[in-house]
């Protein structure tokens, strides 16, 4: 019998040593190549297969990129906003069906009645892109407020709230301003106190201008001849609501025990609430930052970020225990998912059943 256990464990050793090279050759490749890269973590049944990081967070000062350092999440940021307007939802400081006038008293009256925080948290509110409403001569970088003063004034949607989905960063810029509207805090310290400490995520913060982050990574592009260079803000990047945490793959795992353990809220019981069907899917919808399905183990989620100098992609299946994390510090470097997925298929590690694929087309 100890002869088999010793088989068997011994067996596993190699499968995983085989898996981990396989994966290691693929992402140092590019590494290699653009210098700037990447970190990719994989939970399973409650182990950690694989944890890495490659490439260079900083080129200019070489520093290699690892599982402490911390990638502009992007729109992964959006499911900490919800988190945010959920925590206050269950301590009765919101409703999820309260209008935009609730908050903004001089938002345009007939559409801040009939847009409520559910549509905001489901990008069904119809409400204008902001990035088509910046000035011309804008030089600044734009702050969720600034984004309050280009909507409050518009007189036009896109369509009637809750009538279809349209991906909205204007929506969370919002829900942003909600958020500290409700708590009666800042953004950045109410999230904090209420998410990241409670969860350890002790080295996950928001991007403010001026302010210094330990283990940051910075962002990336490749140009026209296809050369990585460097490309870290742009005049939407300091605007919180919709994209701008920084995490890496430690704190990140913490944030999918979370999910799983439904510490901070449950998940499943939250989303019958707030989640709407996309049109033109039978199994995908969307709410509360997350595109979402159900497969044979129940919930399975999944988002993307891309944004000046980062790409991201996590996918959080509870009822299988399967977490996967990508980061990268390059912009419009989602292409490897597909090969590291087909990676995980194959030894039979990623068997969520939802092909988020299709709907990623309906980001921005």
Not at 12 to 29: T, Y
Not at 100 to 107: G, T
Not at 355 to 364: G, I, M, R
């Amino acid at each position: 019998m100890r002869k088999i256990i010793l088989l068997l464990l011994m067996a596993n050793v190699s499968f995983a040593q085989l898996f981990q090279k396989k994966l290691d050759s693929l992402l140092q490749a590019h590494a290699e190549k653009d210098k700037a890269g990447m970190a990719v973590l994989v939970m399973k049944n409650g182990k950690t297969l694989y944890k890495e990081g490659f490439g260079l967070s900083n080129i200019d000062t070489q520093t290699p990129i690892t599982p402490e350092t911390n990638f502009r999440m992007a729109s992964v940021s959006k499911q900490f906003t919800a988190a945010c307007i959920i925590l206050l939802e269950n301590k009765k400081k919101l409703s999820y069906e309260d209008n935009l006038l609730k908050f903004f008293p001089d938002f345009n009256k007939e559409i801040g009645s009939q847009i409520q925080i559910k549509h905001l948290l489901t990008h069904t509110s119809g409400i204008l892109d902001y990035e088509e409403l910046i000035p011309d001569n804008q030089k600044e970088q734009l702050s969720d407020a600034d984004v309050l003063q280009f909507l409050k004034v518009q007189t036009k949607t896109y369509f009637k709230a809750g009538s279809k989905f349209r991906y909205s960063n204007s929506g969370f810029c919002l829900l942003e301003q909600i958020i500290e509207k409700a708590s009666g805090q800042n953004f950045v310290t109410f999230i904090k106190a209420n998410v990241f400490e409670p969860l350890g995520m002790n080295n996950s913060t928001i991007y403010e201008a001026g302010r210094p982050m330990l283990n940051r990574a910075m962002g990336y592009a490749r140009d026209k001849s296809g050369k990585v260079v460097f490309a870290d803000q742009s005049i939407t990047s300091a605007t919180k609501g919709d994209g701008c945490v920084y995490s890496s793959l430690e704190d990140y795992s913490k944030w999918y025990q979370a999910i799983a353990s439904n510490r901070l809220f449950h998940v499943v019981d939250e989303l019958k609430k707030i989640n709407h069907l996309i049109e033109g899917n039978k199994d995908i919808n969307y709410g509360l930052g997350w595109f979402n399905g159900y497969g044979d183990k129940g919930i399975e989620l999944y988002h993307t970020g891309s944004t000046c100098g980062f790409s991201n992609v996590v996918n959080v299946v509870p009822g299988k225990q399967f977490l996967f994390v990508y980061f990268s510090n390059i912009a419009d470097n989602h292409s490897l998912e597909k090969p590291i997925r087909d990676l995980l298929r194959a030894e039979k590690i990623d068997n969520t059943e939802i092909d988020f694929a299709k709907v990623l087309s309906l980001t921005n």
